[in-house]
């Protein structure tokens, strides 16, 4: 959103590019100015898909809540981690990709060098206090050649971003409300994950964070 300092003028939130490493970039910022739209869009798909903590193959409980929008959403359960079409929850099609979502997504992707970049999938994460993602690739999209685009919103959270092997050493990378990371070509199947949230409040969610991940899965 715009906002008007002391003298009218119309300024735009602060925004800068951060580099993570070849193919990895953290756009500080680059949701702020849809952040009410986004807002709007995400209680529009959680109305109809509500999040819920998918079993690993392994059988454990996934701490992070999760749902899709797009015509193909990440699931996970006893058979392996897999895209599908259809919710399991409803038997029917995930919500559409938002409009906001979309534009956000392919404009955050060129801008990082990405043009042409349509996702088709959008997976939703919730973490609440104590919630955690441990360490993973993200390998299950069909042309690894594409980039993922992540946006975080509401509270902050402690993004560890690794090597190509899962026991390389990690960097740890602040992600707050608004940075959006564009990762692609040498970066694609860096080992990464989410160290637990801490309590807290933020504005836009309370005591959330939520984390949109824009896949070309299909
Ligand atoms: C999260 N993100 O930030 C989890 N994966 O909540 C991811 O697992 C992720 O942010 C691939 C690319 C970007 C990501
Ligand atoms: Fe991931």
Known sequence: MNTADLFGNVTSPVRWDEPLCDGAVVLRGFALADETALLHALDAVVMQTPFRHLITPGGFRMSVGMTNAGSLGWVSDRRGYRYDPVDPLSGKPWPGLPEAFLQLATAAAAHAGFAGFVPDACLIN??????????HQDRDEHDLGQPIVSVSLGMPAVFLFGGRLRKDAQVRVPLAHGDVV????PARLRYHGVMPLKPGYHEALGGVRINLTFRKAG
């Open 182 to 185: 564009v990762w692609g070509g």
């Open 126 to 135: 919730r973490y609440e206090a104590g919630t955690r993602l441990s360490l």
